[in-house]
């Protein structure tokens, strides 16, 4: 089967496309989205959600959902969902299998082949954690690409034959990622990347949720403590009025009340986008530090920038098209939906390792994004001192590589070396991120400086094979860094398919009904009592259309309940909802 998937997994929301016959095409999740929440939940009867329907049980029981788990991923970090504990790979994976069966029921048969996207700025111990959630929901994952180079794949593969410079300004819910790109004869190729793995449209929303419970006299902190569902009640209404005000100058905040309850007489805040804007600019100013840098790994002024692209949800803001445009003197462009387009220029990527016949004649190269090197010891003269970092492979070097750099032995007799291994850019190894180590044995006996030459070798998925060879013997050593403990091993990941396949899941065909019975109890808490009323009838109609399973009643009190929600909830912060 050479049908692969591209696939973004994102910090707030994913999304999974394909390359057809038109290009590069979206396929829609078991709502109908285009994209789907990146949250998991369990519900009441134990049952695991994924998606729009946990991300609405996370409003009124937190405690029963996880989301932005991405930030952990590559980390120790456990996340605990109704009591039970998870890894970050097994919650990303639960968002991955909910993709495949998306798309599984999209082609009516099997999939299994993905192309999936992670944050340039991911280190490879993320990139691991990644493979390892793709493994975990039964993807075989043929490549891992960054998220700005797919975003550029996608405006490239629009454009061929262009020749241009690209910057790719990546803000999303979580990370943000900048990228200088270079697109020339059907070739397109990262320059440099940079970014910060924890900067993104939730500290927005957590900003305004800040200043208007500072407003009232309350820390944000102090509520956070004391009431998870006050806050993430507040969340969700700043999240919303966040959104609208994109769009409009003033939006409405309600504020629960201490228990977390919408009470009659419960403060209504009015935030302007003045207001807004004034809230968030400390924090959207760390964008600039990262673009300064990838310009200057670039080395390109910002006059060399032919074009600027906006990717990620939270580049629907006014300010930051503006921020943007004032730090690189051009206007920037998002001609291509920005929540969707990596996930496009995933797809267009699936396409190639598919051997699609569209794509052909399109070359992507990558970059390297941290040093990679080792530690060594520097004799300066007066005395020996260990723990410098020696680089073998630069950043930004163009990937695949090959490099090989020679060492030799300290002391007269010296028959083993170790050699450890750290990616990052500091002088000092241990201020980088370590890697692994091996020995290498059986130097000859003799005077000191032996050499040794190692060579690393990363591929495309930033994976790093590392080898050691004693020159007097040619005899080498292959340390993989992949097989190494920093990711999950084959047998951890077994056991973690084996207990994923022991949760209980909705039937696919019930996952619309789940979602609307969530959201009408999220927004029944919501109502002044006497809509509450109207709704209530409306609920009760809808459960005992479930209980009596004609799916044609279902349907239409189903219908009924959406009509309700749609008039109520119509600005909500629908992420498929706001395309301009
Ligand atoms: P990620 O790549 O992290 O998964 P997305 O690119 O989907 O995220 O962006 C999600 C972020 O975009 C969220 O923080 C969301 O609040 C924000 N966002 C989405 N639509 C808008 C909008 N119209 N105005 C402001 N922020 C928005
Ligand atoms: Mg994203």
Same mark, same amino acid.
């Given at each position: 089967?050479?049908? *692969?998937?591209?696939?973004?997994?994102?910090?707030?929301?994913?999304?999974?496309?394909?390359?057809?016959?038109? @290009? =590069?095409?979206? &396929?829609?999740?078991?709502?109908?989205?285009?994209?789907?929440?990146?949250?998991?939940?369990?519900?009441?009867?134990?049952?695991?959600?994924?998606?729009?329907?946990?991300?609405?049980?996370?409003?009124?029981?937190?405690?029963?959902?996880? @989301?932005?788990?991405?930030?952990?991923?590559?980390?120790?970090?456990?996340?605990?969902?109704?009591?039970?504990?998870?890894?970050?790979?097994?919650?990303?994976?639960?968002?991955?299998?909910?993709?495949?069966?998306?798309?599984?029921?999209?082609?009516?048969?099997?999939?299994?082949?993905?192309?999936?996207?992670?944050?340039?700025?991911?280190?490879?111990?993320?990139?691991?954690?990644?493979? =390892?959630?793709?493994?975990?929901?039964?993807?075989?994952?043929?490549?891992?690409?960054?998220?700005?180079?797919?975003?550029?794949?996608?405006?490239?593969?629009?454009?061929?034959?262009?020749?241009?410079?690209?910057?790719?300004?990546?803000?999303?819910?979580?990370?943000?990622?900048?990228?200088?790109?270079?697109?020339?004869?059907?070739?397109?190729?990262?320059?440099?990347?940079?970014?910060?793995?924890?900067?993104?449209?939730?500290?927005?929303?957590?900003?305004?949720?800040?200043?208007?419970?500072?407003?009232?006299?309350?820390?944000?902190?102090?509520?956070?403590?004391?009431?998870?569902?006050?806050?993430?009640?507040?969340?969700?209404?700043?999240? %919303?009025?966040?959104? =609208?005000?994109?769009?409009?100058?003033? =939006?409405?905040?309600?504020?629960?009340?201490?228990?977390?309850?919408?009470?009659?007489?419960?403060?209504?805040?009015?935030?302007?986008?003045?207001?807004?804007?004034?809230?968030?600019?400390?924090?959207?100013?760390? &964008?600039?530090?990262?673009?300064?840098?990838?310009?200057?790994?670039?080395?390109?002024?910002?006059?060399?920038?032919?074009?600027?692209?906006?990717?990620?949800?939270?580049?629907?803001?006014?300010?930051?098209?503006?921020?943007?445009?004032?730090?690189?003197?051009?206007?920037?462009?998002?001609?291509?939906?920005?929540?969707?387009?990596?996930?496009?220029?995933?797809?267009?990527?699936? @396409?190639?390792?598919?051997?699609?016949?569209?794509?052909?004649?399109?070359?992507?190269?990558?970059?390297?994004?941290?040093?990679?090197?080792?530690?060594?010891?520097?004799?300066?003269?007066?005395?020996?001192?260990?723990?410098?970092?020696?680089?073998?492979?630069?950043?930004?070097?163009? &990937?695949?590589?090959?490099?090989?750099?020679?060492?030799?032995?300290? *002391?007269?007799?010296?028959?083993?070396? %170790?050699?450890?291994?750290?990616?990052?850019?500091?002088? %000092?190894?241990?201020?980088?991120?370590?890697?692994?180590?091996?020995?290498?044995?059986?130097?000859?006996?003799?005077?000191?400086?032996?050499?040794?030459?190692?060579?690393?070798?990363?591929?495309?998925?930033?994976?790093?094979? &590392?080898?050691?060879?004693?020159?007097?013997?040619?005899?080498?050593?292959?340390?993989?860094?992949?097989?190494?403990?920093?990711?999950?091993?084959?047998?951890?990941?077994?056991?973690?398919?084996?207990?994923?396949?022991?949760?209980?899941?909705?039937?696919?065909?019930?996952?619309?009904?789940?979602?609307?019975?969530?959201?009408?109890?999220?927004?029944?808490?919501?109502?002044?009592?006497?809509?509450?009323?109207?709704?209530?009838?409306?609920?009760? @109609?809808?459960?005992?259309?479930?209980?009596?399973?004609?799916?044609?009643?279902?349907?239409?009190?189903?219908?009924?309940?959406?009509?309700?929600?749609?008039?109520?909830?119509?600005?909500?912060?629908?992420?498929?909802?706001?395309?301009?």
């Amino acid at each position: 089967m050479n049908l *692969v998937i591209g696939i973004d997994l994102g910090t707030t929301n994913s999304a999974a496309a394909f390359l057809g016959p038109d @290009g =590069a095409q979206i &396929i829609p999740n078991a709502l109908g989205d285009r994209l789907t929440p990146s949250v998991v939940g369990v519900d009441e009867s134990g049952t695991v959600l994924v998606g729009a329907a946990a991300r609405e049980l996370q409003v009124l029981r937190p405690e029963r959902c996880a @989301g932005l788990f991405k930030r952990y991923m590559g980390t120790d970090r456990k996340l605990t969902v109704a009591g039970r504990t998870f890894i970050p790979e097994e919650l990303s994976g639960l968002v991955l299998r909910s993709l495949k069966a998306d798309a599984e029921a999209f082609f009516g048969h099997p999939v299994s082949r993905a192309v999936i996207t992670v944050p340039a700025y991911f280190n490879d111990r993320q990139r691991k954690a990644t493979i =390892a959630a793709g493994k975990i929901a039964g993807w075989t994952v043929e490549r891992i690409l960054n998220e700005p180079t797919a975003a550029a794949i996608a405006y490239g593969f629009h454009e061929a034959g262009a020749d241009k410079k690209l910057l790719v300004f990546d803000l999303g819910g979580g990370t943000f990622d900048v990228s200088v790109v270079e697109l020339f004869e059907g070739t397109l190729e990262v320059k440099a990347s940079s970014g910060e793995s924890a900067l993104g449209g939730e500290d927005f929303t957590r900003a305004v949720a800040a200043r208007v419970l500072l407003g009232l006299g309350e820390s944000f902190e102090q509520v956070e403590a004391r009431s998870p569902k006050r806050v993430s009640r507040l969340v969700q209404q700043c999240e %919303r009025a966040k959104c =609208a005000l994109s769009r409009d100058v003033v =939006a409405a905040v309600r504020v629960p009340a201490p228990d977390g309850e919408f009470k009659p007489g419960t403060p209504q805040v009015t935030v302007t986008r003045e207001q807004l804007e004034a809230w968030v600019s400390p924090t959207l100013a760390r &964008i600039e530090l990262p673009i300064r840098r990838v310009l200057g790994d670039a080395r390109l002024t910002r006059d060399q920038i032919d074009e600027v692209i906006l990717v990620g949800g939270a580049t629907r803001m006014p300010l930051v098209v503006n921020r943007v445009a004032a730090l690189l003197g051009k206007e920037p462009r998002c001609r291509l939906n920005p929540d969707e387009v990596v996930a496009l220029g995933a797809a267009v990527q699936a @396409g190639l390792v598919g051997r699609a016949a569209a794509v052909e004649d399109l070359v992507v190269t990558d970059v390297a994004p941290f040093t990679l090197g080792v530690e060594i010891s520097k004799d300066l003269g007066a005395e020996v001192r260990d723990g410098y970092f020696d680089p073998v492979i630069d950043r930004n070097t163009t &990937i695949p590589v090959s490099r090989v750099k020679r060492y030799s032995t300290l *002391v007269p007799n010296q028959r083993m070396i %170790r050699v450890k291994v750290y990616q990052g850019e500091s002088r %000092r190894a241990d201020e980088n991120l370590s890697l692994g180590e091996f020995e290498v044995r059986g130097i000859p006996p003799g005077p000191a400086n032996q050499p040794v030459d190692i060579r690393f070798t990363y591929d495309l998925n930033g994976v790093l094979e &590392i080898e050691a060879t004693v020159v007097a013997t040619g005899k080498s050593v292959t340390h993989v860094i992949a097989k190494h403990a920093q990711g999950m091993t084959e047998s951890e990941i077994r056991a973690a398919v084996a207990a994923m396949a022991k949760l209980k899941t909705h039937p696919r065909d019930e996952e619309a009904n789940r979602f609307v019975l969530l959201r009408a109890e999220r927004v029944f808490e919501e109502l002044p009592s006497e809509l509450r009323d109207v709704l209530g009838r409306l609920l009760d @109609g809808f459960e005992a259309a479930l209980a009596g399973q004609d799916p044609a009643v279902i349907a239409r009190h189903r219908e009924a309940l959406e009509r309700f929600l749609a008039a109520y909830d119509a600005d909500g912060a629908d992420p498929n909802g706001g395309d301009e």
